[in-house]
């Protein structure tokens, strides 16, 4: 079987699995989990034999067209390069680890044959992302994630909070997609052809007439799909959905997608300084602006949403310098350990019973109940923090050294201005990621106070994947030199100063949020603690309502609220636990306060961005929605009325006349007779007289 065969099998074996599970889920519930996992697992390997075939050598095109437009031509087209077949690799691997893990942990939920087939759909889509040689059949594969993302974020539909995360994904992600597909048009007008490789061809003959203004319009819809400033709104929030639905969104589809698009494309926005420009600044305020918020955030799924965020924005950097390499790199490094990140999330969440780190921070022992989860979630948190030799260090380096060549001139692909940018928040940012790795790590694994609750051992689907994510996580990054003949070629090694700049810059951000925390952990140990029933009441009990509280207390009430609402709120907690346990409470120590002292209040709320969009946007359009329908009801709908009013007057005129009686229609009649005789007799006279 040729290579390219094999390579629309790939998409195509999801698909099928997607369409399946949709009509038999519910007939045939014992082929729900072997529809969801074989065709995943068979795409994977699939995707393996593909990459093997391909081998970094030329890229494999072919292409045969869809349906003639009678202007620019769509084509059903492949793209096998080595950034292709590696990604769909990664998309393979860790879909199937997320449908493996959903069989344990959805286990009880009623609707988990429509969840596995939105996960094979999900996947099937990037996956057409990824091979796609033609930019309409990739937008196709772009937009079914969009529609999966929905019904995912979405699956506990019956809570608001899910309703309404679901609802923000799909529109902020749609107020990118309109820019980004005027920009596939444009840039499709300019070149003749959606494909790929005849719009490269014309971007280096430099045929492009407006190439910042289609640079610009994709870069909005990049924006808007992986979660950059100043579209990254909606990913914390799409937290409320299932933890495996997070893993798949945050690692290896969906946000996975813009990054991959931009170095697809990259010879595209190299043609615009000013959009390269735009680029870095996109990605520095990201890395920094993000890494804060991780800082503040007490709900675990919320600091790895930062940490995604934060994380494409070092992907986005690298791209705004020129460097595809370090970009798909960090990507497929990132796409590894971010999957066991949360996955190891959700067995914490099972055994823990709520979302909280400030209630894991009062549970005693909550390493010892869930080793695998320990483990595997230290590696993963390692690598976050990019601590040599685990896999994030060497992408994140490749980063740090992209940025470098170009801040010191020895690359004249982007401004050094540019490279500077970049270099600086890329070192801050790797101090912030350490410092919010350390302080989850402490958090949920060195808690203080009542025994965490003990459910036994988590089962294998969950606990094998995570052992299965954690060997990438630690031993990927020593692929850095190999794995560069299968991008352009670049080196991905470390230099010796990003070395220093950014592993420096981690441990002085670990070292500095232990001294923190154990300073905080020394504060509460004394102060009061009780325990408050899991999911209703915040209070803290001994305290009377009216009774002056010092701070300590008001601190045990605070975090005491939190772990309850986090307990109360999130469906999930309630469907993949065993019970509700009692949630510690107390205050937390939490050396994210210490850190960031009176920015912590906003950077909690993501710096009220939110806030932001409510009134500049959100406002004026229902402001203008509530004009439109005054204007519908009030002047429209009253010509509406008085257009069909007057026929009715009419009619009841001439209703009046209807008396029934024979001898009045004759009357009227021989009435009607006269009147027109003696009308055209004065008309003949008229006539003749003149």
């Given at each position: ?21 949709l009509l038999f889920g519910r007939t045939a519930p014992g082929f729900v989990r072997p529809l969801a996992i074989l065709p995943t697992l068979g795409a994977a390997v699939l995707a393996v034999i593909v990459a093997v075939r391909q081998g970094g050598g030329p890229a494999i095109s072919t292409a045969t067209e869809l349906t003639p437009t009678g202007s620019v031509p769509i084509d ?474 010092p701070a300590a207390v008001a601190a045990a009430a605070s975090a005491a609220t939190a772990a309850a609402e986090s307990a109360a709120e999130t469906p999930e907690v309630a469907e993949v636990t065993h019970d509700h346990p009692a949630v510690p409470a107390g205050p937390a120590p939490d050396p994210g306060r210490a850190l960031l002292g009176p920015l912590h209040r906003h950077a ?87």
């Amino acid at each position: 079987m040729s290579t390219t065969t094999l390579a629309v099998l790939v998409p195509l074996l999801p698909f099928l699995g997607a369409v399946a599970g949709l009509l038999f889920g519910r007939t045939a519930p014992g082929f729900v989990r072997p529809l969801a996992i074989l065709p995943t697992l068979g795409a994977a390997v699939l995707a393996v034999i593909v990459a093997v075939r391909q081998g970094g050598g030329p890229a494999i095109s072919t292409a045969t067209e869809l349906t003639p437009t009678g202007s620019v031509p769509i084509d059903l087209s492949l793209y096998l390069d080595g950034f292709a077949v590696l990604v769909a690799v990664l998309v393979g691997l860790v879909a199937t680890c997320v449908q493996l893990y959903s069989t344990a942990y959805l286990r009880e939920d009623p609707r988990y044959p429509s969840y596995a087939a939105l996960v094979s759909l999900f996947t099937s889509a990037m996956l057409l992302v990824v091979y796609s040689g033609d930019l309409m059949v990739l937008l196709v594969g772009w937009e079914v994630m969009g529609i999966c993302s929905y019904f995912l974020v979405g699956h506990y539909w019956e809570t608001e909070a899910a309703r309404s995360a679901s609802l923000k994904a799909f529109l902020v992600t749609k107020l990118g997609d309109v820019p980004f597909l005027i920009g596939l048009f444009a840039l499709a007008a300019d070149a003749d052809s959606f494909q790929i490789t005849k719009i490269l061809s014309t971007v280096a003959a430099g045929g492009l007439d407006h190439p910042t203004l289609i640079a610009l319009l994709l870069l909005a819809g990049v924006a808007g799909k992986s979660a950059q400033f100043p579209l990254h709104t909606w990913l914390p929030d799409a937290m409320a959905g299932p933890t495996p639905v997070s893993a798949l969104i945050h690692a290896a589809t969906m946000v996975a997608a813009g990054v991959y698009f931009i170095a697809r494309l990259l010879p595209v926005f190299a043609a615009s300084r000013a959009a390269l420009v735009v680029m870095a600044v996109m990605a520095a305020v990201t890395m920094v602006g993000s890494a804060l918020a991780a800082l503040a955030q007490d709900d675990i799924k919320r600091v790895l949403a930062y940490s995604t965020i934060g994380q494409l924005g070092y992907m986005t950097g690298a791209l705004a310098v020129g460097d595809r390499g370090a970009a798909v790199f960090h990507l497929l490094s990132h796409g590894v350990f971010k999957a066991l990140l949360f996955l190891g999330a959700g067995v914490i969440i099972h055994a823990a019973g709520t979302n909280s780190l400030a209630a894991m921070s009062r549970m005693d022992g909550l390493a010892k109940r869930i080793p695998d989860a320990f483990w595997t979630m230290t590696i993963a948190l390692l690598a976050l923090a990019a601590i040599p030799p685990f896999a994030g260090f060497f992408s994140k380096e490749a980063v740090l050294v992209a940025a470098e060549q170009t801040a010191t001139g020895h690359s004249d692909f982007a401004p050094s201005g540019a490279g500077w940018l970049v270099l600086v928040a890329g070192v801050l940012t790797a101090l912030l990621t350490a410092a919010y790795a350390t302080r989850l790590w402490l958090m949920a694994f060195r808690g203080r106070g009542a025994a965490a609750p003990d459910h036994g051992k988590e089962p294998v689907a969950m606990t094998g994947v995570l052992w299965l994510l954690a060997i990438p996580s630690v031993g990927f990054g020593l692929a850095a030199g190999p794995i560069a003949d299968w991008f352009d070629g670049g080196e991905l090694t470390p230099t010796l100063v990003t070395s220093v700049l950014g592993t420096g810059a981690a441990v002085i951000g670990v070292m500095l949020t232990y001294a923190l925390w154990q300073r905080a952990a020394a504060r509460t140990a004394t102060a009061p603690a009780g325990v408050v029933p899991g999911a209703v009441t915040g209070a803290v009990p001994g305290i009377g309502a009216g009774a002056p509280q010092p701070a300590a207390v008001a601190a045990a009430a605070s975090a005491a609220t939190a772990a309850a609402e986090s307990a109360a709120e999130t469906p999930e907690v309630a469907e993949v636990t065993h019970d509700h346990p009692a949630v510690p409470a107390g205050p937390a120590p939490d050396p994210g306060r210490a850190l960031l002292g009176p920015l912590h209040r906003h950077a909690a709320d993501g710096f009220h961005l939110d806030a932001v969009y409510d009134r500049l946007f959100v406002r004026p359009v229902r402001a203008a929605a509530s004009l439109v329908r005054f204007l519908d009801r009030e002047v429209v709908d009253t010509y509406v009325r008085g257009a069909g009013a007057g026929p009715r007057l009419l009619g009841s005129l001439v209703r009046r006349a209807q008396t029934g009686n024979v001898q009045s229609y004759l009357s009227a009649l021989l009435a009607g007779a006269v009147v027109l005789a003696i009308a055209t007799a004065v008309l003949a006279n008229v006539n003749a007289g003149s």
